[in-house]
């Protein structure tokens, strides 16, 4: 029978979205809102096929206990939710256009966003569903404010858009970027091969141009899209896998000329950048907004083209006699002796500031994220609000695990460059998966199963006396390998379906036929 307001009310968030879900409705919405389309449909349906709040809190349950969900990742993109008994679907092909705007008013009550529910595990699927297809067809990408450099050289940007051929795909300038920073990663590589040898003058100054030339391109791609006419939602994963992947470019070059290769300060510097990167993607999951700064002075564009000037400075000075100093030495011309921190070398302080400002960075991202309206509303009871943060923070779970296990590895017995491009990979392929659940609005599994392969390398290595330097290097050589294989191949995937749903080539402008 049909419920009053009054019974509805007393209901918790929790238990009105349970109700929604048995009668088919959308799950998404403050209490009121919920209320509301709970009473419609009490309206519009007969009595006895609206069921109590009291039947449908209870048989939810249930139908959950008989459903095994299968979420899936291709590219960290899920699979849609199926029962053990049934089949992988894939996209069925539609001879209307995938992303139209009459598409998504029709089609909203049969999608729902599931970022707020919690898997455990992956699945076993490796496509798309069609739910996940939906939202990112009809994706918008909302950026935080931008600060006064953004706005000051904006006008540069666009101008050096303008100069860009009109048939030139927005997602081929984001390749030219990235291709600089490959550039310069191969370079470093061949001259500084595990970041214990300080390279040539040219290559550091090389190193500053690319990041200079990438972060320019990276802020060109999207107004080459608008001017083309030719945005969509694979811009921006695009756009982000690069970013995610060219830290390990930025990595490189820092720890090249601070020559700090076979330490647990390498690892400090890539685990703080990486996993601070993948916590801005945690944040766009839960709030829908891609922090890229700290207030109106501080923010990616400082932090990008302060990284290339410092490199292209470096580049001028004997680096060595310079970052291996003593602190002592480097504050006596000011008439300070140092106190505490005299004896550290400078290298050694700069990083401890690069990790004491990561520390800051996460802290006010864990703060806009579990005091987010999304995660503790007005509305909300205290159970509700306990649950939702809970289940932000265990997302975190997977790359802090990858993070730890690479202070495990004994620094002296693996070369750095195999670990690094190991957990590189590793830490990339997450964030990707971030990235693509944020816009499909579908769970992310807590334990990721590709952290695996690394955390017991680490552990075999840490603990096998038998195991030699050279079969410590071995497995983490097939480890490169193999997770490089795995990000590339997730990519390719699922490139492939979203441009199949939004009909369009990923480095074409032309139309998809088919």
């Given at each position: 029978?049909?419920?009053?307001?009054?019974?509805?009310?007393?209901?918790?968030?929790?238990?009105?979205?349970?109700?929604?879900?048995?009668?088919?409705?959308?799950?998404?919405?403050?209490?009121?809102?919920?209320?509301?389309?709970?009473?419609?449909?009490?309206?519009?349906s007969t009595p006895a096929a609206a069921p109590t709040?009291?039947?449908?809190?209870?048989?939810?349950?249930?139908?959950?206990?008989?459903?095994?969900?299968?979420?899936?990742?291709?590219?960290?993109?899920?699979?849609?939710?199926?029962?053990?008994?049934?089949?992988?679907?894939?996209?069925?092909?539609?001879?209307?256009?995938?992303?139209?705007?009459?598409?998504?008013?029709?089609?909203?009550?049969?999608?729902?966003?599931?970022?707020?529910?919690?898997?455990?595990?992956?699945?076993?699927?490796?496509?798309?569903?069609?739910?996940?297809?939906?939202?990112?067809?009809?994706?918008?990408?909302?950026?935080?404010?931008?600060?006064?450099?953004?706005?000051?050289?904006?006008?540069?940007?666009?101008?050096?858009?303008?100069?860009?051929?009109?048939?030139?795909?927005?997602?081929?300038?984001?390749?030219?970027?990235?291709?600089?920073?490959?550039?310069?990663?191969?370079?470093?590589?061949?001259?500084?091969?595990?970041?214990?040898?300080?390279?040539?003058?040219?290559?550091?100054?090389?190193?500053?141009?690319?990041?200079?030339?990438?972060?320019?391109?990276?802020?060109?791609?999207?107004?080459?899209?608008?001017?083309?006419?030719?945005?969509?939602?694979?811009?921006?994963?695009?756009?982000?896998?690069?970013?995610?992947?060219?830290?390990?470019?930025?990595?490189?070059?820092?720890?090249?000329?601070?020559?700090?290769?076979?330490?647990?300060?390498?690892?400090?510097?890539?685990?703080?950048?990486?996993?601070?990167?993948?916590?801005?993607?945690?944040?766009?999951?839960?709030?829908?907004?891609?922090?890229?700064?700290?207030?109106?002075?501080?923010?990616?564009?400082?932090?990008?083209?302060?990284?290339?000037?410092?490199?292209?400075?470096?580049?001028?000075?004997?680096?060595?006699?310079?970052?291996?100093?003593?602190?002592?030495?480097?504050?006596?011309?000011?008439?300070?002796?140092?106190?505490?921190?005299?004896?550290?070398?400078?290298?050694?302080?700069?990083?401890?500031?690069?990790?004491?400002?990561?520390?800051?960075?996460?802290?006010?991202?864990?703060?806009?994220?579990?005091?987010?309206?999304?995660?503790?509303?007005?509305?909300?009871?205290?159970?509700?609000?306990?649950?939702?943060?809970?289940?932000?923070?265990?997302?975190?779970?997977?790359?802090?695990?990858?993070?730890?296990?690479?202070?495990?590895?004994?620094?002296?017995?693996?070369?750095?460059?195999?670990?690094?491009?190991?957990?590189?990979?590793?830490?990339?392929?997450?964030?990707?998966?971030?990235?693509?659940?944020?816009?499909?609005?579908?769970?992310?599994?807590?334990?990721?199963?590709?952290?695996?392969?690394?955390?017991?390398?680490?552990?075999?290595?840490?603990?096998?006396?038998?195991?030699?330097?050279?079969?410590?290097?071995?497995?983490?050589?097939?480890?490169?390998?193999?997770?490089?294989?795995?990000?590339?191949?997730?990519?390719?995937?699922?490139?492939?379906?979203?441009?199949a749903k939004l009909g369009i080539y990923c480095f074409?402008?032309?139309?998809?036929?088919?």
């Open positions: 029978m049909a419920a009053s307001e009054e019974e509805y009310n007393a209901l918790t968030c929790v238990q009105l979205r349970a109700i929604c879900k048995e009668r088919g409705l959308v799950q998404k919405g403050v209490k009121k809102v919920i209320v509301d389309r709970l009473m419609k449909d009490d309206k519009a709040p009291t039947q449908a809190v209870h048989s939810s349950p249930q139908k959950e206990d008989n459903e095994e969900e299968d979420i899936g990742i291709i590219l960290g993109s899920p699979t849609k939710v199926l029962s053990s008994s049934s089949p992988v679907e894939t996209p069925v092909k539609s001879p209307a256009p995938a992303a139209s705007a009459s598409s998504i008013d029709n089609n909203d009550q049969e999608f729902q966003d599931e970022t707020h529910t919690c898997h455990l595990f992956e699945g076993r699927s490796k496509y798309l569903s069609p739910s996940g297809l939906h939202f990112i067809a009809n994706h918008q990408y909302r950026p935080s404010e931008y600060t006064h450099l953004d706005n000051l050289l904006n006008p540069f940007w666009t101008y050096l858009t303008e100069c860009l051929p009109l048939w030139l795909a927005p997602n081929m300038v984001t390749t030219l970027g990235g291709m600089h920073c490959a550039l310069a990663y191969g370079v470093m590589w061949y001259y500084c091969p595990d970041f214990d040898t300080t390279p040539p003058d040219w290559v550091v100054m090389l190193a500053g141009y690319c990041a200079f030339a990438y972060y320019t391109l990276d802020c060109m791609d999207g107004k080459q899209a608008r001017r083309t006419g030719s945005s969509s939602p694979l811009g921006q994963l695009f756009d982000h896998g690069f970013d995610c992947i060219c830290t390990l470019f930025f990595v490189a070059t820092f720890s090249s000329y601070l020559e700090i290769g076979g330490t647990h300060w390498y690892n400090m510097l890539q685990t703080s950048l990486q996993f601070a990167f993948f916590m801005a993607q945690w944040e766009e999951y839960h709030t829908l907004v891609l922090p890229h700064n700290a207030g109106k002075w501080c923010g990616v564009t400082e932090v990008n083209y302060a990284s290339a000037l410092g490199a292209i400075c470096v580049s001028l000075i004997d680096r060595e006699a310079f970052f291996q100093k003593s602190m002592e030495d480097t504050l006596a011309p000011l008439g300070l002796t140092g106190g505490v921190v005299k004896d550290m070398e400078l290298r050694h302080f700069l990083l401890c500031g690069w990790g004491g400002m990561s520390l800051i960075l996460m802290g006010l991202s864990l703060k806009r994220t579990l005091c987010h309206p999304r995660i503790a509303g007005e509305d909300m009871d205290a159970s509700e609000i306990r649950f939702n943060r809970i289940n932000a923070l265990s997302k975190l779970a997977s790359p802090f695990l990858l993070c730890v296990a690479a202070f495990i590895v004994p620094p002296e017995f693996i070369r750095t460059r195999y670990l690094s491009v190991v957990l590189g990979c590793a830490l990339s392929l997450l964030t990707k998966k971030m990235i693509v659940f944020s816009m499909a609005k579908m769970p992310y599994a807590i334990i990721q199963t590709d952290i695996f392969p690394f955390i017991f390398a680490a552990i075999w290595i840490r603990y096998d006396t038998r195991l030699t330097k050279e079969g410590g290097d071995f497995v983490f050589g097939v480890l490169s390998i193999w997770y490089a294989y795995r990000l590339l191949r997730w990519v390719n995937v699922a490139i492939n379906q979203i441009c074409r402008l032309k139309k998809r036929d088919d």
